[in-house]
Nanobody, 121 residues
Framework: QVQLVESGGGSVQAGASLRLSCVGS????????MGWFRQAPGKEREFVAA????????NYASAVKGRFAISRDNAKNMVYLQMNSLKPEDTAVYYC??????????????WGQGTQVTVSS
């Protein structure tokens, strides 16, 4: 059974940093591209960042480029999202996802349960 479990969310002030983590099990983690998506109340789930299976390629939404960084450690089955200079509009539930290809649409094979990030002004 495939499981993706996120952690690291929380409530912070604008300008602060958070690091989200996601651990995968039940899948050949190193063969999957990994992505982070987010969903704010009343809004559709949106792409945040993605990384290829070997970490060689990354992709970011324009809203987070230069502030967020995605990375992975295949030896630990982990993917991370370092979030700096957080803004209130970054408030959302953040989801980790796994897919056989690096895509920016929510057409991923597997999803985690999400972790809440709240940024206050």
């Amino acid at each position: 059974q495939v499981q993706l479990v996120e952690s690291g969310g929380g409530s912070v002030q604008a300008g602060a940093s958070l690091r989200l983590s996601c651990v995968g099990s039940g899948l050949a983690f190193r063969r999957y591209a990994m992505g982070w998506f987010r969903q704010a109340p009343g809004k559709e789930r949106e792409f945040v960042a993605a990384i290829s299976y070997n970490g060689g390629s990354t992709n970011y939404a324009s809203a987070v480029k230069g502030r967020f960084a995605i990375s992975r450690d295949n030896a630990k089955n982990m993917v991370y999202l370092q979030m700096n200079s957080l803004k209130p509009e970054d408030t959302a539930v953040y989801y980790c996802a796994a897919n056989m290809g690096l895509v920016v649409t929510p057409d991923y094979n597997y999803w985690g349960q999400g972790t809440q990030v709240t940024v206050s002004s």
